[in-house]
């Protein structure tokens, strides 16, 4: 069964610090995906990136950063900078391969970003 | 619309009386997925429709929720005889079909949700 942690239930930073969200993950697949999404109060889910198990390059957009590694089953976000706009719920989430030609999400239970001025 | 919409934005309902709960996803999105969000938690996988196939009903709790969806658009998940513990925010999204291709169709993009409160 595929299982998704992150560890964080809320963190809390100042405007221009720099935040690392853990995700941590669980799948007896060979060929997975891995997502992050934010929600911020409105309630609308907003995807950020995917990565494929086979791609264990590090990303870079903007202030976003995220670290792959298979070693130790993780894909941890960080965002450089933090700003107050920033402030919402972030999920890790887990996709199985595409052999029966869809992918059910398995989510983590998200990290309350909180970014004070 | 440029993107999913779910309406109503909130639902408040007593006990025992039914509900039903309607998403419209990206215009050419074949697939569309309900998941629902209690309190505090992740998301849960209710149900998933690609196409004119079966859908998938792994996910739904309970013979209570029941879903639907016309053709490849408009999505109705019911709940009947709604409990106190059916209390949560029913989100869905949409994404593109197996035709498009496996990188594009496991993206999923959501809708801003249902809030559903069961007194």
């Known amino acids: 069964a595929q299982k998704v942690t992150q560890a964080q239930t809320e963190i809390s930073v100042v405007e221009k610090e720099d935040v690392t969200l853990d995700c941590v993950y669980e799948?007896?697949?060979?060929?997975?995906?891995l997502f992050w999404y934010k929600q911020p109060p409105s309630g609308e889910l907003v995807f950020l990136i995917r990565?494929?198990?086979?791609?264990?390059q590090n990303e870079i957009s903007g202030r976003y950063s995220w670290n792959f590694q298979k070693s130790t089953s993780s894909f941890n976000f960080t965002i450089t900078a933090s700003q107050v706009v920033d402030s919402a719920v972030y999920f890790c989430?887990?996709?199985?391969?595409?052999?029966?030609?869809?992918?059910?999400?398995?989510f983590g239970k998200g990290t309350m970003l909180l970014v004070s001025p | 619309g440029a993107g999913v919409s779910q309406s109503p934005s909130n639902k408040v309902t007593e006990k025992g009386k039914d509900v039903e709960l309607r998403c419209d996803p990206i215009s050419g999105h074949t697939a569309l997925y309900w998941y629902r969000q209690r309190l505090g938690q992740g998301l849960e996988f209710l149900i998933y429709?690609?196409?004119?196939?079966?859908?998938?009903k792994s996910g739904l709790p309970s013979d209570r929720f029941s879903a639907e969806r016309t053709g490849e658009s408009v999505s109705t998940l019911t709940i009947q005889r709604t409990q106190q513990e059916d209390s949560a925010v029913y989100l869905c999204a949409s994404s593109l079909g197996a035709a498009e291709g496996i990188l594009a169709k496991n993206i999923q993009y959501f809708g801003a949700g249902t809030r559903l409160s069961v007194l």
């Open positions: 989430a887990l996709s199985e391969a595409m052999n029966s030609g869809y992918s059910t999400l398995t």
């Open positions: 990565r494929n198990s086979f791609d264990e």
């Open positions: 799948t007896r697949d060979t060929t997975y995906y």
């Open positions: 429709f690609q196409g004119n196939s079966a859908p998938d």
